[in-house]
């Protein structure tokens, strides 16, 4: 089992900025890749970013150039910088791991206009 708890969603005005963490504790080695999906009421949970264990990233094409996923492999955290936020980002974030499936509870971003 592995368990994800994130941190870092708020209330910030368009063009601002927030950071994501996600920290996985339980059985972490069988984690190959951890990332975030997105969830805005009446939609679909969708894909935003991942990092895998070497490094390697993958961004949706609503996000690219504005949010970027980094990892700190000795902390086991994940994060998701988000700068040029705008209100169609407004949504449930869901920290994700692959190698495994696990998600985390969710933490809420609303960006206002």
């Known amino acids: 089992q592995v368990q994800l708890v994130e941190s870092g969603g708020g209330l910030v005005q368009a063009g601002g900025s927030l950071r994501l963490s996600c920290a996985a504790s339980?059985?972490?080695?069988?984690?190959?890749?951890m990332g975030w999906y997105r969830q805005a009421p009446g939609r679909q949970r969708e894909f935003v970013a991942l990092?895998?264990?070497?490094?390697?990233?993958n961004y949706a094409d609503s996000v690219k150039g504005r949010f970027t996923i980094s990892r700190d492999n000795a902390k086991n955290t994940v994060y998701l910088q988000m700068n040029s936020l705008k209100p169609e980002d407004s949504a449930a974030y869901y920290c994700?791991?692959?190698?495994?499936?696990?998600w985390g509870q969710g933490t809420q971003v609303t960006v206002s206009s």
């Open positions: 339980g059985s972490i080695r069988s984690i190959s890749s």
């Open positions: 994700k791991t692959w190698g495994g499936a696990y």
């Open positions: 990092i895998t264990n070497g490094g390697t990233t």
